[in-house]
C-alpha cells in the first residue's frame, strides 16, 4: 500500500511540474507578444499627432453637444475629450507620442478627469481608459 501511495504521489508530482512549467512558458510568450507589438508600431511624428488630436478634439466638441447632459455617452465622450487634450499637452511638453499616450492614461487612472471645465468630476473606469489608449494608439500611429 506505501508503494502505491508513493507511486501516485510522484505521478501527481510530475504532472504538476508539468503543468506549473506550461503556465510560466505561456505566460512569457504572452508577455513578449504584447511587447513586441507596441514596440513595432510606426507612431506618427509630434507635429502630425497634435493636428490629429486637434481635429479629433474638434469633432468630439462638436459630438458632445448633441447628447444628453450627464449621460454615459456625453460623458465618455467629455473622457475622450480630456484624454486628448493631456496627449496634446504632453507631446507639446517634450514627450515622444509613444511615451504620451500611456502616460496620459496613467496620469488619468491616478487623477481622474480633472483640469476641463466641461469634465470636472467625471470617474474613469480602468476598462474605458483602455479602450480610449487603444483608439488613441490607432489615431497616432500607422
Not at 475622450?80 to 496620469?107: C, M
Not at 480602468?126 to 489615431?139: F, G, H, R, V
Request: glycine share 8%; charged share 10%.
Amino acid at each position: 500500500m506505501k508503494r502505491t501511495f508513493a507511486k501516485r504521489s510522484f505521478q501527481a508530482l510530475a504532472a504538476m511540474f508539468f503543468l506549473v512549467s506550461g503556465l510560466f512558458l505561456t505566460a512569457n510568450n504572452a508577455g513578449a507578444q504584447t511587447l513586441n507589438g507596441q514596440s513595432n508600431l510606426n507612431w506618427v511624428g509630434s507635429a502630425d499627432a497634435q493636428t490629429l488630436l486637434g481635429t479629433q478634439v474638434q469633432s468630439l466638441s462638436t459630438l458632445v453637444g448633441t447628447q444628453i447632459p450627464g449621460s454615459q455617452l456625453y460623458n465618455d465622450i467629455n473622457v475622450r475629450i480630456v484624454y486628448y487634450k493631456n496627449v496634446y499637452r504632453f507631446i507639446s511638453e517634450g514627450d515622444a507620442v509613444s511615451v504620451a499616450v500611456p502616460r496620459t492614461t496613467l496620469y488619468m487612472g491616478a487623477h481622474g478627469v480633472q483640469g476641463d471645465a466641461n469634465a470636472t468630476g467625471l470617474n474613469v473606469s480602468k476598462s474605458l481608459l483602455a479602450t480610449i489608449e487603444a483608439e488613441a494608439t490607432d489615431l497616432l500611429s500607422n
